[in-house]
């Protein structure tokens, strides 16, 4: 079995800043492309930020120069520091992975999601 478990959202003022955390585990043979997406109520959705096992990384235009993604290939952990956010950042904020385990094949698994909320 693997699973990602996300960590690190919470309750902040508009313009604050958070840093997101996704740790993967269990019987990890290979760990791929990694994304944060985000659901607001009543919305889709959507992609946030991503990136691959080589450390490229792809934003969504809402989030670029506010947001970096970045990975710890040595801990399988994934990170999203989001700075200077506005209440429209407000959303369950999911990671996902690309990864292959002792017991299965290379599929998605998603995390169970964490609340950001954004005060004005």
């Known amino acids: 079995q693997v699973q990602l478990v996300e960590s690190g959202g919470g309750l902040v003022q508009a313009g604050g800043s958070l840093r997101l955390s996704c740790a993967a585990s269990?019987?990890?043979?290979?760990?791929?492309?990694m994304g944060w997406y985000r659901q607001a109520p009543g919305k889709q959705r959507e992609l946030v930020a991503a990136i691959t096992s080589g450390g490229s990384t792809n934003y969504a235009d809402s989030v670029k120069g506010r947001f970096t993604i970045s990975r710890d290939n040595t801990k399988n952990t994934l990170y999203l520091q989001m700075n200077s956010l506005k209440p429209e950042d407000t959303a369950v904020y999911y990671c996902?992975?690309?990864?292959?385990?002792?017991?299965?094949?290379?599929?998605?698994?998603w995390g169970q999601g964490t609340q950001v909320t954004v005060s004005s």
């Open positions: 996902n992975a690309q990864m292959r385990s002792a017991f299965a094949p290379s599929i998605v698994y």
């Open positions: 269990g019987s990890i043979v290979s760990l791929n492309a």
